[in-house]
Each structure stands twice: as C-alpha cells, then as structure tokens.
C-alpha cells in the first residue's frame, strides 16, 4: 500500500480519509482499511526499518499520537528501565499485525484478544522483557485458571503464541516460543479433553418430539407457536425471535432471514422451505404485521428466553440448541441427505474446497427433508384440532 503524503493530519479528516497510509509528522502515519484505522509509528533504528503499532483511533486521538511519537524519540524504542521491549509495550502492536495478516472478519475478534491478554497474562508478564519471559512465566498465569476456565486458558496460550511469534520475526526474541503447547505446555498441563468435558445441550430424543408438539399445539399461545416454528425450521433463537412478517416469501413458499442474522456470517440470506405445518402455524399467530412472535407490548420481537421457559413449563429440561439437535438426530437415523441436512441448520458444509464446489443451497432437496421432518412432528396431531 503506497504511502499518501499530507502537509499534516487533521482531526476532522480522520474519518473521511479511504484506505491508505498516510504520513503525519516525525514518522507518525495513519494506516486506514475499511473501517478500521490505526497509529503507527515508522522509524529506522541502526539501518533497520522498525514499525511500532500506537491503537487506533478509537482508543488514541491524534494530539496523543503525536506525544506517543515524541517519547519514543525521547526515551527510545526500548524501555529505558531494563534496555528491552516489555510485552506490555508490544503486545498491541502484535495483535495489530495479526488482525492485518489473518484477516478477521468477526469485529468482537480483536477486543477478545486484547481483553483475555490484558486480563489474564499483563499482571504476570507485562513488565518483563520479551526476550526474557520464559516457559516458567507462562505456567504461572496460565495455572490459575486452566481447571476451571480451561477453554479460556487453551485460547489464551494460542493468543500468546501467535504474540511470541510476531515477537521472533521482529527481532525481540531468539530461540523457543515460551507459549508452544507441543513438546512444551502439554509436558505441564492435561490435554483440555480430560480437564473440560463439554457439555452438549440436552435434546428431546426424536422419537418424542410428537408428543412434545401435540403439548405445544394445545397450549396454543405465541410462546408454543415460536418453539414450534423454530423446530421446524431448525432455526437458531436469534434467527426465529427475530422474524417478521415480510420475510415471509408466500409465493415461492420461502422464509428468507436476512444475511445478518446469520452465525455464520455469510453475506446471503438464508432461504428456509415453508411446508403445510409451518403454515399451520402461522396461520395461528394473531398478527400479520411487524414481527411474527410480537412481545405482550406488540412494539418488540418475543424475549429470546420465552421459548427456553415455554419448554420448561412443559417439564422438558431443554433449549431450542437441543432441538436443533432432535433434528439432526433424526436426520442422520432417517437416512436424510447429510450435506442438506447441514445446510438446513445452517451449518458451513465440509472444508474450503468442498464450499468452493458446493456452492447451491440445496432448497428443493431441502424442502424434501423439512416436509418429512414436519409431517413426523406432527404425526400425533390429528386434523381440525
């Protein structure tokens, strides 16, 4: 990305500028892609070109750039106090890079990194160089919480690592990474498999999901309706709460919920079949406007927790994750089409290779499937009740 030389930075212009790298003054420059911009501080240090990420934007005005800029030319790039670089001085920089290389999409990905690093491993680790921080010092502020946050320690030591490696390819560390699990880390701690078991969501077994629907059915309130229809759909909370009366596709027979309601995050929406049942039960909503599940108020979408309280009150200690599951249960003990059977759940289908090839969102195969799943949950509701 080329350089765009300015006669100087203004406040005003921070967020009109287009991607680019603009220069400032005293080697500050603005780095700008999409919507995220970022300090950084350029210099050369013994013929060596030396880059030093400062925050963005958001966190660091331009006036604060500019004092970062002159204590640096100041006090050096390297803390005076011990002649090297302490990890609290540089791991921002590191997960700046790392964002830029690995291109995250997710926005919550860079506050993750920042806040389980500043939380968990500054307090140990922050103040020492990084070339003197050891395999001993990453035991002690991983120790604490690998029993009982393991999943949180297991991403930590991978956010560590990948902080030690930018540090060994910058020139402030030599040798091992401290943060490596193989060979490392795994001669100190368990495999996480026999420290966390995972704890999967509880699901209705398939063969009594009819029963649970007849329950459903008679209770007739939008609460039952909203677990039925998000059952039929294997449509997520968040995906079902949410919807409303104009993605619904009455012609073609399609629900179709918007791109950003999807987990995933792909950028299309997703296309639901609608079948006989689902009509059903649409057809007993009190509202065709707005949201299909209102609040009691009428001016909001259903509390994403009504259907988890719809499903207790029947006495089924379950949430719709665990329906989802009764689906893919069924699914796979049917005999279904595996790959449709996934993208009914709106699951991501094989590797990178296999999305690139499977490209089609299978509807027609999938309407075939949701129509016999339908017909089995309803298989114990008999016709005009």
């Known amino acids: 990305m080329c350089t765009i030389a ?32 970022t300090w950084v501080y350029r210099s050369t240090v013994d013929g ?19 004092q970062k800029v002159l204590a640096i030319k100041l006090n050096g790039l390297k803390d005076t106090s011990s002649g090297r670089t302490k990890f609290k001085n540089f791991y921002l920089e590191a997960i700046e890079h790392i964002k830029e290389v690995k291109q995250w999409k997710h926005p919550k990905s860079e506050s993750q990194w920042k ?13 020492k160089a990084l070339d003197k921080i050891t395999t001993d010092d990453i035991c002690k502020l991983i120790e604490p919480i690998y029993k009982t946050k393991t999943e949180t320690a297991s991403k ?42 995972i704890q999967h969501h509880k699901a209705v077994p398939w063969q009594d999901i009819p029963k649970v629907f007849k329950a459903l059915w008679e209770l007739k309130t939008i609460g039952s309706l909203s677990v039925m229809f ?31 309601r999807r987990k995933d995050q792909k950028l299309f929406p997703h296309r639901v079949p609608l079948n006989k049942q689902i009509k059903m039960v649409l057809d007993r909503l009190p509202t065709r406007e707005n949201f299909l599940f209102p609040s009691v108020s009428g001016d909001s979408h259903l509390c994403l927790e009504n259907p988890r309280k719809v499903l207790r009150d029947l006495g089924l200690d ?68």
């Open 6 to 37: 300015m006669a100087k930075l203004r406040t005003t212009d921070l967020l009109k500028l287009p991607d680019g790298f603009y220069a400032d003054e005293n080697g500050l420059y603005l780095y700008v892609r999409g919507n995220s911009r």
């Open 48 to 66: 060596k070109r030396i880059k030093r990420g400062l925050g963005s934007t958001k966190e660091v005005s331009l006036a604060q750039a500019r």
């Open 115 to 127: 806040s389980t690093i500043a939380m968990y491993a500054l307090p140990f680790i922050g103040d």
């Open 156 to 197: 930590l030591i991978g956010r560590l690592k990948a902080v030690f490696d930018y540090a060994q390819v910058k020139g402030f560390r030599k040798g091992y990474n401290p943060a490596v699990w193989s060979g490392n880390l795994d001669q100190y701690f368990a495999p996480k498999t026999k420290v966390s078991q």
């Open 230 to 260: 998000g059952t039929l759909t294997a449509s997520r909370v968040k995906e079902f709460a949410l919807a409303e009366w104009q993605e619904i596709d009455w012609e073609n027979d399609i629900w179709v919920m918007p791109a950003g």
């Open 318 to 385: 379950v949430t719709m994750h665990g329906m989802r599951s009764s689906f893919r249960d069924w699914a796979a003990e049917t005999g279904q089409d595996w790959a449709a059977s996934e993208k009914a759940l709106s699951h991501t289908v094989g590797s990178e290779v296999t999305q690139a090839y499977l490209r089609t969102d299978m509807l027609e195969k999938r309407r075939e499937i949701m129509q016999a799943w339908a017909d089995w949950c309803f298989s114990e509701i008999k016709s005009g009740d």
